[in-house]
């Protein structure tokens, strides 16, 4: 038996099948898919980003305006306290001065003999009528004074209920602009891969 060495066969160009695409066809057309591939994640990445800046200019937008809402609210309710307590205090003056025919007497002896005092020093006609109109007077003005108290009083309660549909109206505005209704401060942004 002879040996006889292996001689490769050589395949003409017309042999190779045509649905084989050559390597390196098949490197670009990889290539070109990573690419375009790599652009858009590249591109889906900045949209996320944007919305992420957006999300978080909305956040503190809403934070500033809660928190002026709230130091406005605050004063205001320090201001409706106040004015509670001087109508409150008003009022008292008022029903003391209405029970003209039951004076009550302060408790203290000093008090009293100031009273009785003051009292001795009005023994005319024309000391108690001077003496009459000075308190009617001061009784018209506490009721002048009750008046614009309660004015205020009204005008805050008023203010304070505008500015918190005028807070609610912008923060339901902020968010319908964004689109983000369903989205907090504390969810972070996804990218929805499907199913």
Same mark, same amino acid.
């Given at each position: 038996?002879?040996?006889?060495?292996?001689?490769?066969?050589? !395949?003409?160009?017309? $042999?190779?099948?045509?649905?084989?695409?050559?390597?390196?066809?098949?490197?670009?057309?990889?290539?070109?898919?990573?690419?375009? @591939?790599?652009?858009? *994640?590249?591109?889906?990445?900045?949209?996320?980003?944007? *919305?992420?800046?957006?999300? #978080?200019?909305?956040?503190?937008?809403?934070?500033?305006?809660?928190?002026?809402?709230?130091?406005?609210?605050?004063?205001?309710?320090?201001?409706?306290?106040? $004015?509670?307590?001087?109508? %409150?205090?008003?009022?008292?003056?008022?029903?003391?001065?209405?029970?003209?025919?039951?004076?009550?007497?302060?408790?203290?002896? $000093?008090?009293?003999?100031?009273? %009785?005092?003051?009292?001795?020093? *009005?023994?005319?006609?024309? %000391?108690?009528?001077? &003496?009459?109109? $000075?308190?009617?007077?001061?009784? #018209?003005? @506490? !009721?002048?004074? @009750?008046?614009?108290?309660?004015?205020?009083?009204? &005008?805050?309660?008023?203010?304070?209920?505008?500015?918190?549909?005028?807070?609610?109206?912008? !923060?339901?505005?902020?968010?319908? &602009?964004?689109?983000?209704?369903?989205?907090?401060?504390?969810?972070?942004?996804?990218?929805?891969?499907?199913?």
């Amino acid at each position: 038996m002879s040996y006889q060495p292996f001689a490769p066969r050589s !395949f003409s160009s017309d $042999a190779m099948p045509d649905a084989v695409p050559s390597h390196s066809a098949l490197e670009t057309s990889n290539a070109n898919s990573s690419q375009a @591939l790599r652009a858009e *994640l590249q591109t889906l990445y900045q949209q996320l980003l944007e *919305l992420e800046r957006e999300r #978080d200019a909305a956040n503190e937008s809403a934070a500033h305006w809660r928190n002026l809402y709230s130091t406005e609210a605050q004063q205001r309710r320090s201001e409706a306290r106040l $004015a509670e307590e001087r109508i %409150a205090r008003l009022q008292a003056e008022r029903d003391r001065t209405a029970q003209v025919g039951e004076p009550s007497l302060p408790d203290s002896p $000093a008090a009293r003999a100031a009273i %009785a005092a003051e009292l001795v020093e *009005l023994n005319t006609l024309e %000391a108690l009528r001077v &003496k009459l109109v $000075a308190v009617l007077q001061e009784r #018209d003005r @506490l !009721f002048a004074t @009750l008046r614009t108290e309660q004015v205020n009083h009204a &005008k805050t309660r008023d203010s304070l209920t505008a500015i918190l549909g005028d807070a609610i109206q912008h !923060f339901g505005r902020q968010a319908g &602009k964004l689109g983000m209704n369903h989205l907090t401060s504390s969810e972070p942004l996804g990218i929805d891969n499907g199913p």
